[in-house]
């Protein structure tokens, strides 16, 4: 298996523009989280779903920030607009219902000038 | 509020010279608690899942231990490819909602 496979792997755009993050799960998996890791707040879940559902958004910082997942095998994470403090790197993770391991992809480092 | 926190933040070692990582924890009632090896530009790798107190798991040169309050990450003779930054994250009992702990960065020197 792949793994879980993240797109782009670095986004440099600048202020106001809208950003999308693309997540493939591995292929199976129930959950899929979208993590954002800065060197202020560490690793903090944004968002969570369950066979495409949306269980908890909680951790989404504001309404500029939107998540979708259309299917089983992809997810987007949004930013309109996006602003210098959204930089960070992103990352997407999908696990089993059945065990406790989630499996990182590589993450998306966006810079936002 | 569930909380982590670990300590040390940075942590240099000579090669073969075994330590311990702190990973300190709060939460309303614990469903697991997660340790993951994160490298530089990469994702965190996950390590070990403990469950309840007086829990104990190895890999290698590493063993996780739990106890009500805190976790353990204990590196035993490590080497130089040990080096990274070590995460702990807490799940709270009624859903997959993890918090995790700012890490440990381990520098292992030959």
């Known amino acids: 298996d792949a793994g879980v496979i993240q797109s782009p792997r670095h986004e440099v755009t600048e202020m106001g523009q809208e950003v999308t993050l693309r997540c493939k799960p591995i292929s199976g998996h129930d959950y899929l989280f979208w993590y954002r890791q800065t060197m202020m707040r560490g690793l903090e879940l944004l968002i969570y779903f369950n066979n495409n559902v949306p269980i908890d958004d909680s951790g989404m910082p504001e309404d500029r920030f939107s998540a979708k997942m259309p299917n089983a095998s992809f997810s987007t994470l949004k930013i309109q607009p996006s602003e210098p403090r959204d930089s960070a790197v992103y990352f997407c993770?999908?696990?089993?219902?059945?065990?406790?391991?989630?499996?990182f992809g590589p993450g998306t480092r966006l810079t936002v000038l | 509020e569930d909380q982590v926190t670990q300590s040390p933040e940075a942590l240099r070692l000579q090669e073969g010279e075994s330590s311990s990582l702190n990973c300190s924890y709060t939460?309303?009632?614990?469903?697991?608690l997660f340790w993951y090896r994160q490298d530089p530009g990469k994702g965190p790798e996950f390590l070990f899942t403990l469950y309840s107190a007086g829990e104990e798991k190895e890999k290698e040169r590493l063993k996780a231990t739990l106890t009500k309050k805190e976790s353990f990450l204990h590196i035993t003779a490590p080497k130089p490819e040990d080096s990274a930054t070590y995460l702990c994250a807490v799940q709270a009992t009624g859903g997959f909602k993890t918090i995790f702990g700012a890490g440990t960065r381990l520098f292992v020197k030959a």
């Open positions: 939460v309303s009632g614990l469903r697991g």
């Open positions: 993770a999908s696990r089993l219902a059945s065990t406790d391991t989630q499996y």
